[in-house]
């Protein structure tokens, strides 16, 4: 049976958490009484979103309750999370000054797309490098620390894309089967371990209206979400204890089709739904 998950008084660090579904996340757990730490590279806009929170952290029934609020609610800092340098020390700062951190969502993400053969290769390297190299080092800096406590929670962001195909995008992609990969290589290493303590959550959207994706043509069975609704299904699935939260519905029946059908006939699926064309006119960031 799947343990429900926790979150009062925890201590959550969210990476892109300046805006996006990022900021969503936060948002969730801030409105369930966890402990902030929120990283990006983007100083101004990652001030704006802890000020937001601040106050909603805690909060009961739209007012305060003193006793309930934490002494520190939101902890912010500039990481560039493909520095693993910088994610060690301030991995060490965080447990030292505002306690261990439970629960590590790792969301920060870029995309390029485009014809594979007109991508500058230090864009191509970028998207390994956040996608997936940063979640290597995320997972190195904390899991120390919670296997010594016996109990953490990776929150690991993946995408539709992370189980099929699609042109255009062929290095964002592979980050996103590499997150899977990752994840389920972990997850069962923990369990052959014995750790149970450890969990892991992978989130799989398909196209999301933040600004990423401007552009794409969203295939049919396969609406674009809102932010909002992505995030909060996604929160939602992580709180109920899930391994693997997939949205909308028809990305949950992705593997199986493709596990049934034989290549061709999946192929010609994807196309008439309009996947495999999706990227082509995307301008988004
Ligand atoms: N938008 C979509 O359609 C979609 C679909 C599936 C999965 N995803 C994934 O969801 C996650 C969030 O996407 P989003 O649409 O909210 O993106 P977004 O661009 O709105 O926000 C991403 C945040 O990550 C930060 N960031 C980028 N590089 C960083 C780095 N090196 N270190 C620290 N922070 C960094 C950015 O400054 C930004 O605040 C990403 O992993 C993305 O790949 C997005």
């Given at each position: 049976m799947k343990k429900r998950v926790d979150v009062a008084g925890k201590v959550v660090l969210i990476?892109?958490?300046?805006?996006g579904m990022g900021k969503l996340w936060a948002e969730h757990f801030a409105r369930d009484g966890a402990r902030l730490v929120l990283w990006d590279l983007d100083q101004a806009e990652l001030e704006k979103t802890a000020a937001e929170l601040q106050p909603r952290s805690g909060r009961k029934q739209g007012r305060w309750r003193r006793a309930d609020r934490p002494p520190s609610d939101v902890r912010t800092a500039v990481v560039d999370v493909t520095d693993s340098r910088r994610v060690h020390e301030e991995a060490a700062a965080t447990a030292a000054e505002f306690g261990p951190v439970d629960v590590v969502v790792n969301n920060a993400g870029i995309v390029a797309g485009g014809k594979f053969e007109e991508m500058p290769e230090a864009k191509l390297a970028a998207v390994l490098d956040v996608n997936l190299k940063s979640l290597v080092w995320l997972h190195s800096a904390f899991l120390p620390q919670m296997?010594?406590?016996?109990?953490?929670?990776?929150?690991?962001?993946?995408?539709?894309?992370?189980?099929?195909g699609v042109p255009y995008m062929p290095?964002?992609?592979?980050?996103?089967w590499g997150v899977i990969g990752f994840t389920e290589s972990l997850r069962l290493e923990m369990e052959?371990?014995?750790?149970?303590?450890?969990?892991?959550?992978?989130f799989c959207p398909s196209y999301v209206d933040t600004?990423?994706?401007?552009?794409v043509r969203a295939p049919l069975l396969v609406p674009l979400l809102t932010p909002e609704k992505a995030?909060?299904?996604?929160?939602?699935g992580?709180?109920?204890?899930?391994?693997?939260?997939?949205v909308p519905l028809m990305v949950?029946?992705?593997?199986a089709l493709k596990a049934l059908l034989p290549q061709k006939v999946f192929d010609s699926v994807s196309e008439i739904l309009g996947v495999t064309t999706s990227m082509r006119d995307w301008r988004g960031h």
């Open positions: 990476t892109g958490a300046a805006r296997l010594a406590r016996g109990t953490g929670h990776f929150v690991n962001v993946s995408s539709a894309s992370g189980f099929i290095t964002y992609a592979a980050s996103k052959l371990a014995g750790h149970m303590g450890i969990r892991f959550t992978l600004g990423m994706f401007r552009g995030v909060q299904q996604g929160y939602a992580f709180r109920r204890g899930e391994y693997m939260v997939r949950r029946f992705t593997p």
